[in-house]
C-alpha cells in the first residue's frame, strides 16, 4: 500500500465501516482504526498488501487460512469479524483492542516484574491450547503479535495468517521470508511448524519478559538455537531462581520432543515459580 493509495479518514468500506484514522503499517498491510456503522463499535481494518491479491492460488490459500482464524472464539485471541473484498483491495476487519503491544510494554518496561510475567504467559498459553486444539498452529508467535490492554487482559493475534501472508507475498515478490528469525524454532526454520514450535516462541517470549533481551540475537540463530547457549536468566536478573533457568532452557529446547508438551504445560510451570 503505497501514500497515494492510503485510505482517506471517512471513507467507507464494505458499506458499513468507517475509516477514522491511520494506526500503523506492518508487513502485512497498513492498519485503521474504523467505526463499524451498523453496531455502533470501533473495529480496527488491516488493509492487506495488494501483492496478496495478485497471487492467485496463493491468495486463495492466504483467504482460507483467515477464514479459519475467524472461527476462533476465545477470550485471549483478537477476533476477525469480517473479510471484505473490493476490486484491487482486500480488508480484514478485526476487533479493536484498546492497548499497547506486548513489545512496547517490554521497551518501556525492560523486564516485566515477575507477576506480570505470570499473568501475560498464562493467557498467551490459554489461546495457543485453544487455537492447536482446532488443528491451528501460530507460526509467528512474537511480542508484537500480542496485545495487552490497560486492564492486562490479553489478545493474541494474526493466527497463521501473519505466516500464510509471508509466505504468499515471498513467492509473489521472489522473496524468502517465513517467519521471524528470533522466535523460529530451530526445526521451523527448516520449514517444519507444529505446535512445538508454538511453544518455543513462547518460551522466547517468556525469557524477553523476564530479562528484556533475547536469548538468541543472531545473525546465525539456527547454529545458536541448535547449540542451546543463551545466558540463564537469573545470570542476568537478580531475584529470579535456577527454576526460570530450567523451565527457560526446556521451554528452548532444540529438540521439540524434549520441550513443553503445550503451552498450558509451560504457563502452569512459570505460574509455580
Known amino acids: 500500500v503505497t501514500p497515494q493509495t492510503a485510505e482517506e479518514p471517512g471513507r467507507v468500506i464494505g458499506d458499513n465501516f468507517r475509516i477514522e484514522k491511520h494506526l500503523g503499517t506492518g508487513g502485512m498491510g497498513v492498519v485503521y482504526l474504523a467505526t463499524d456503522q451498523t453496531l455502533r463499535r470501533r473495529v480496527a481494518i488491516k488493509r492487506m498488501r495488494d501483492e496478496l491479491l495478485s497471487g492467485g492460488a496463493d491468495s486463495e490459500g492466504f483467504l482460507n487460512e483467515a477464514r479459519l482464524v475467524a472461527a476462533l472464539k476465545h477470550p485471549n485471541i483478537v477476533e476477525i469479524l469480517s473479510i471484505v473484498k473490493e476490486p484491487g483491495r482486500l480488508y480484514l476487519v478485526f476487533e479493536y483492542v484498546e492497548g499497547k503491544s506486548l513489545l512496547e510494554w517490554i521497551s518501556l518496561q525492560k523486564q516485566l516484574p515477575l507477576p506480570a510475567v505470570k499473568s501475560v504467559l498464562h493467557q498467551m498459553a490459554a489461546a495457543l491450547d485453544y487455537a492447536h486444539a482446532q488443528k491451528i498452529v501460530h507460526r509467528d508467535l512474537k511480542p508484537a503479535n500480542v496485545m495487552v490492554d490497560m486492564r492486562g487482559a490479553v489478545k493474541v493475534m494474526d493466527f497463521g495468517i501473519a505466516h500464510q501472508a509471508q509466505m504468499t507475498l515471498a513467492r509473489v515478490t521472489h522473496t524468502d521470508r517465513s517467519g521471524t528469525p528470533a522466535y523460529m524454532a530451530p526445526e521451523q ?36 538455537k541448535m547449540a542451546m547457549r543463551f545466558p540463564p536468566p537469573s545470570a542476568l536478573v537478580s531475584g529470579l531462581t535456577p ?31
Open 243 to 273: 527454576q526460570a533457568d530450567a523451565i527457560t532452557l526446556r521451554a528452548l529446547s532444540a529438540d521439540p520432543d524434549r520441550r513443553f508438551a503445550s503451552a498450558g504445560e509451560l504457563s502452569q510451570a512459570v505460574l509455580a515459580l
Open 189 to 224: 526454520e527448516l520449514g517444519a511448524a507444529s505446535r512445538a514450535a508454538d511453544v518455543f516462541a513462547a518460551g522466547v517470549c517468556l525469557y524477553e519478559m523476564l530479562t528484556g533481551r533475547l536469548p538468541y540475537a543472531g545473525p546465525n540463530f539456527q547454529a545458536q
